[in-house]
């Protein structure tokens, strides 16, 4: 028997054809709408150690941000503690996180950095 994947969203059902009393096949269109994939934001966290021109270049090299953008990420991020560097979909935010701590644990830097679901 066909199972869902937990991961994807259920099948519509299938709607059988039916025959009205007079004998017309009826066949039902029904309208099932599928939820766009749900998008993630990928956030760096604020620490006591990790210097800024190093936060500043992970910004622009992994999330593609030019310089004044990194930088306004970066001094959000040391005033508020947290802020959003990109929103991707869940496998390729996934992949962001993966990429920053390598390259923090790499230059012997705390930064932390976790993705999470957008609440639209
Ligand atoms: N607070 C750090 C400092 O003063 C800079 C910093 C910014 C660290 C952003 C982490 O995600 C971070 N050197």
């Known amino acids: ?3 869902n994947n937990p991961n994807q969203p259920p099948e519509p059902p299938i709607v ?5 009393s007079g004998g017309a096949v009826v066949l039902e ?6 939820k766009p994939p749900s998008m993630y934001q990928v956030l760096m966290l604020n620490d006591d150690y990790t210097p800024m021109e190093f936060v500043v270049v992970v ?11 990194a930088t306004q990420i970066m001094l959000k991020i040391h005033l508020d503690g947290r802020g959003v560097c990109g929103v991707y979909p869940k496998d390729i935010a996934a992949t962001k996180v993966d990429q920053v701590l390598e390259a923090a644990h ?3 830097h705390p930064l932390k950095c976790i993705s999470e679901p957008v609440d639209l």
Do not use: H, W
């Not at 059988?16 to 009205?20: D, F, K, L, T, Y």
């Not at 910004?59 to 953008?69: M, R, V, W």
């Open 1 to 3: 028997m066909a199972t």
């Open 16 to 20: 059988p054809p039916r025959r009205e």
């Open 29 to 34: 269109r029904r309208t099932e709408r599928v």
């Open 59 to 69: 910004i622009q090299e992994f999330f593609g941000k030019d310089l004044a953008a």
């Open 106 to 108: 790499k230059a012997g």
